[in-house]
């Protein structure tokens, strides 16, 4: 429960007021352990994790039962009172181990404010501290009543160790990884508004229309039995187009996992535009969450999907994964030339043994197969993974999905039937 919701009068708030005005009033080492929580769950809380009044009485209880003689059993206690989602695990391990004093990281944060000279392809491998963390620290830093009045004259210089830009400017082309808390509401905002574009294609059956090109001869013979045969007007039809089926097929292991929350939220943006959308999450088991994504509020429909996955950033089986699906759902869900997307890195965990079969059946069974994925962002990839090298010759398109622009990209994509593969064939030559 968040700190708003909580009325003024509440068991819990009194609690917290009674425990918070011990603390000013206290100096020993309890005391500043538990002062150190309280600024701990507000750093939590602004990086975006609902901490309120009831979970920081919580903390003091859990720490205060385990006690402070383990380093590894005091973060799994306030890792069991403050963390109640996969997706907030990352930003709670970080922020413990900045906030507690991990030598490590502080260094890596240290880096950040010197100058230094970076190779580009070693600095897009290296782990980058969440912004939205980073932004929450530096908050819960400032002072408001250390602030000392300047000489007006003096030139106002401020130092930005977070190198935050303009959302507004930069929000399409910027990574979601690389998101604050307040561009992460307001790209999710823009994911919301979200509509794909109706693509039509022709189906089996006819409708009767009077600007078809073809002779209705059921309907022409019933309109000359009403007339007595002695004219024959001519009825025609024409072929019904509908919009095909949409099926995803998302991964979610721990490669993926920084990319997943948002893929989520798109994904339950186009359920809920249109129907005939299935959407599958896989990691090392294929789980079916068409069903959840449905629901109109995005995070009871999120909160769902969480509980009814089981494995979340784990390993990745992409050809045990597509054989689960081509032999149990690809007959229910690829019926009228059904639209596939496979959002994947291609990292597979099993070197992509029976992959290529796989695929090649999941492309003969679908209209088209677009394969999304995050690491084409760089420009210097290279589809070097076993996976990889057996999905990208038999998909029809191969986009990345790591910011809005990509997903605008997409959308654009799916209005028209043909499609430019000169990026696989340019990587296919490459590889040879």
Request: proline share 4%; aromatic share 6%; glycine share 4%.
């Amino acid at each position: 429960m968040s700190k708003k919701s909580m009325p003024e009068g509440s068991p819990q708030v009194i609690a917290a007021k009674k425990t918070l005005e011990s603390i000013d009033n206290n100096t020993d080492a309890s005391g500043k352990i538990a002062a150190n929580i309280m600024h701990f769950a507000r750093v939590l809380r602004a990086a975006g994790l609902p901490v309120g009044p009831g979970k920081v009485l919580d903390g003091f209880k859990a720490v205060e039962a385990i006690g402070l003689g383990n380093r590894e059993d005091f973060y799994w206690s306030l890792h069991a009172v403050f963390v109640n989602r996969r997706d907030q695990r990352q930003v709670f391990d970080q922020a413990f181990h900045i906030f507690w004093r991990n030598p490590k990281i502080l260094e890596r944060m240290n880096a950040l404010i010197l100058p230094s000279f970076v190779d580009n392809e070693q600095q897009n491998d290296t782990e980058e501290i969440n912004r939205r963390l980073a932004e929450a620290l530096k908050k819960d830093k400032q002072d408001p009543s250390q602030d000392s009045p300047q000489d007006e004259s003096e030139p106002d210089l401020t130092i930005d160790a977070v190198m935050t830009w303009s959302a507004r400017e930069l929000l399409q082309e910027m990574d979601f990884e690389k998101m604050s808390s307040e561009e992460l509401s307001l790209a999710k905002r823009a994911i919301k508004k979200f509509k794909l574009p109706i693509m039509e294609v022709p189906t089996r059956r006819f409708k009767r229309d009077s600007t078809g090109n073809r002779i209705d001869m059921r309907a022409t013979l019933r309109s000359s039995l009403r007339s007595g045969g002695s004219t024959i007007s001519l009825n025609y039809r024409k072929r019904l187009r509908r919009h095909p089926p949409l099926v995803v097929l998302c991964d979610i292991s721990g490669s993926m996992s920084r990319y997943s929350r948002m893929i989520l939220h798109f994904m339950h943006a186009i359920t809920n535009d249109r129907d005939r959308v299935h959407t599958f999450l896989f990691g090392t088991r294929l789980t079916n969450v068409t069903r959840y994504l449905r629901y109109k509020d995005v995070d009871d429909a999120l909160d769902r999907v969480t509980d009814a996955v089981d494995d979340w950033s784990g390993g990745t089986r992409i050809g045990n994964s597509l054989r689960e699906f081509n032999i149990k759902w690809s007959r229910r869900s690829l019926s009228q030339g059904a639209v596939v997307l496979l959002i994947t890195d291609g990292l597979d965990r099993d070197a992509a043994e029976g992959l290529e079969d796989e695929v090649i059946r999941l492309h003969k069974s679908c209209r088209r197969l677009i394969w999304l994925n995050p690491l084409l962002r760089y420009d210097r990839y290279e589809p070097k993974s076993l996976g990889a090298r057996a999905l990208l010759p038999n998909v029809d398109d191969f986009r990345s999905v790591h910011n809005l622009e990509s997903l605008d990209q997409l959308t654009e994509a799916l209005r028209y039937e043909s499609v430019d593969n000169s990026n696989i064939r340019r990587l296919l030559e490459a590889t040879e």
